[in-house]
């Protein structure tokens, strides 16, 4: 069965800071794909950042990147130099072949920027 | 363009009675699916609607829950009977079309946040 697994019910980080959010997936599908979504207060899911099972290098935009390690089943977000509107839950979500159109979700991260 | 609009944002209603909550989707996007998200928790899947064809509604909760989705467009979620443990916030999403593609990145509403007394 398909799942998604992020250990991280909760971070601080300090503002300007690096952080890293961990996923953990687990699929027999060789074609997959793992998305990150920003949910701040307000309760809007933001897309940030997709990566497909056989990109060959690791996704970025802009300060999000995706540290994909394909063997280990994992695909963590990195979000570089924090700023407080960076604070937000942020949800790992997969959508696999035989899954079709839906997409399988963690639990989500609450990450707190700390001025 | 305009992003995906869900009305209304807030929605208190007592046990029993009958709820609308309303979704207008990305213009030219044919996938769209409603989400219900608990207090802390992560989505639940409960209703995909794919241009024409049958929607898949394999994760409404009960028979109390019901969606249709007016010319490929507009979606209304319709929750009868309500109970307290329909209190969540009902996200709506919608896609460009392309069924089943694995990169098919969703574009979520506000959501609409209900309570039931």
């Known amino acids: 069965a398909q799942k998604i697994t992020q250990t991280q019910p909760g971070m601080f980080v300090q503002e300007k800071e690096a952080v890293t959010l961990d996923c953990t997936y687990d699929t027999s599908d060789p074609s997959y794909g793992l998305f990150w979504y920003k949910q701040p207060s307000s309760g809007e899911m933001i897309f940030l950042i997709y990566q497909g099972s056989y990109d060959q290098q690791n996704a970025t935009e802009g300060r999000y990147s995706l540290n994909f390690q394909k063997a280990r089943k994992s695909a963590n977000l990195v979000i570089s130099a924090s700023q407080l509107g960076d604070s937000a839950m942020y949800f790992c979500?997969?959508?696999?072949?035989?899954?079709?159109?839906?997409?399988?979700w963690g639990a989500g991260t609450k990450l707190i920027i700390k001025p | 363009g305009a992003g995906v609009s869900q009305s209304p944002s807030n929605k208190v209603t007592e046990k029993g009675k009958d709820v609308e909550l309303r979704c207008d989707p990305i213009?030219?996007?044919?996938?769209l699916y409603w989400y219900r998200q608990s207090l802390g928790q992560g989505l639940e899947f409960l209703i995909y609607?794919?241009?024409?064809?049958?929607?898949?509604k394999s994760g409404l909760p009960s028979d109390r829950f019901s969606a249709e989705r007016t010319g490929g467009s507009v979606s209304t979620l319709t929750i009868q009977r309500t109970q307290q443990e329909d209190s969540a916030v009902y996200l709506c999403?919608?896609?460009?079309?392309?069924?089943?593609?694995?990169?098919?990145?969703?574009?979520f509403g506000p959501g609409t946040r209900l309570t039931v007394l």
């Open positions: 979500a997969m959508r696999a072949m035989d899954s079709n159109y839906q997409l399988i």
């Open positions: 999403a919608s896609s460009w079309p392309s069924d089943g593609v694995i990169h098919d990145t969703q574009y």
């Open positions: 609607f794919q241009g024409n064809s049958a929607p898949d």
């Open positions: 213009s030219g996007h044919t996938a």
